[in-house]
């Protein structure tokens, strides 16, 4: 049974999370105080609920110790923020914090993010030989593409980052709770940074152009998407395929097609775009507006929500755009953290 250590200052905090999460985990409560650390060390938990104050008080170097401890360095930190605190909450992601979760709480969402959070650490510390291999891969090829397209740098990183974080909290919703399988969820975030990986096909001269297409120009571009679903599927062909491999083909070829069938390559409508391809689309033009290019200027958080807003129902799937919207501020948080200021616009 997975261990959860949860440290706050609020008594009735502890209770209400001792009995959210006890039937499913081991749970030990302990009050803010100096033997946090010693605790954590005897008992090495699998999870830490670590109250956000203490980045803000004498308490502050348990945290400090922690990062610096080799038995609990890998441990991942859930903070609990007071209230909506927008400051705090870029904080705790700057310092490395897998999560955030807003006090007061519904039981709801402490537990399913406990949940997400566990079944991560699972993934990234039991990882058979040939998961590591298949990240190797997908990391090289992702790396790759960035080589090939200069003006597009950061491009893969930045929308897996916004992509993790509308899957997590679909994965919230009622209505998406059960919509992609569970062993699938670790296999589109490997596959989702090879999105773009058929640019490697495209011609220097248009891929790495300084001004905008032309017509005929546009079009040979969007041969990309073909070009990616190609390659993958020669690489199914020749090792049999492992289960991330089509879902990087679908994302691939399917993350410029639009809710209204105006996309391309085949003109897909509503739900004949797979989710995560509907999920990748936002992730993708909202890092592609918020980026710098040779033919613009990088928009603001701000001009780039409402962008996604107004395509609500016409490029994107309206569902997807309001979980966009409830979490916006973490795009504006990762968002800021790329562009190296202390809050994007």
């Known amino acids: ?47 830490l ?29 859930i903070f609990l923020i007071e209230g909506n ?19 007061p709480f519904a039981p709801e969402t402490l537990l399913s993010r406990v949940n997400i959070q566990l079944e991560l650490q699972s993934y990234r510390t039991n990882g058979t030989e040939a998961e590591k291999f298949q990240d190797a891969i997908s990391v090289s090829f992702a790396e790759l593409v960035e080589f090939r397209d200069e003006t597009t740098g950061g491009h893969l990183k930045n929308t897996t980052q916004y992509f993790k974080i509308l899957l997590e909290e679909m994965f919230l919703t009622e209505e ?15 596959s989702a940074p090879l999105h773009d ?8 001269d248009i891929l790495r152009k300084a001004s905008p297409l032309d ?5 040979y571009m969007k041969t990309h998407t073909t070009l990616g679903k190609q390659a993958f599927e020669k690489i199914i062909q020749e090792t049999g395929g492992s289960r991330w491999l089509y879902l ?10 639009r809710w209204d069938g105006t996309g391309y390559p085949n003109g897909l409508k509503g739900e004949e775009i797979p989710l995560y391809a509907r999920v990748l689309t936002i992730a993708d033009v909202y890092d592609a507006l918020t980026s710098t290019r040779t033919y613009k200027e990088a928009y603001t958080h701000k001009v780039a929500m409402d962008i996604i807003i107004e395509g609500k129902g016409s490029l994107f799937d309206p569902s997807l755009v309001d979980i966009f919207v409830k979490v916006n501020r973490r795009f504006k948080q990762v968002l800021a ?9």
């Open 337 to 345: 953290r790329k562009q190296k200021t202390p809050e994007a616009n």
């Open 248 to 257: 990087a083909k679908d994302m691939a070829y399917c993350h410029h097609e």
């Open 197 to 204: 990986i058929g640019k490697i096909g495209i011609n220097d």
């Open 215 to 219: 017509y005929h120009e546009f079009e």
């Open 176 to 190: 998406y709770k059960n919509a992609i399988p569970m062993e699938d969820r670790k296999a589109l975030l490997r």
């Open 49 to 77: 609920l670590l109250e956000a104050s203490i980045l803000e008080t004498d308490s502050r170097p348990i945290y400090k110790k922690i990062l610096e401890d080799p038995r609990l360095k890998e441990l991942p930190v």
């Open 85 to 103: 605190n927008l400051e705090m909450e870029q904080k705790v992601l700057n310092l490395g914090a897998v999560e955030f979760i807003i006090k």
């Open 1 to 47: 049974m997975k261990h959860v250590m949860i440290v706050d200052h609020d008594s009735t905090i502890l209770k209400l999370a001792e009995q959210v999460l006890q039937k499913k985990y081991k749970v030990s409560t302990i009050k803010l105080g100096n033997h946090v650390i010693e605790f954590a060390k005897q008992n090495l938990p699998d999870l």
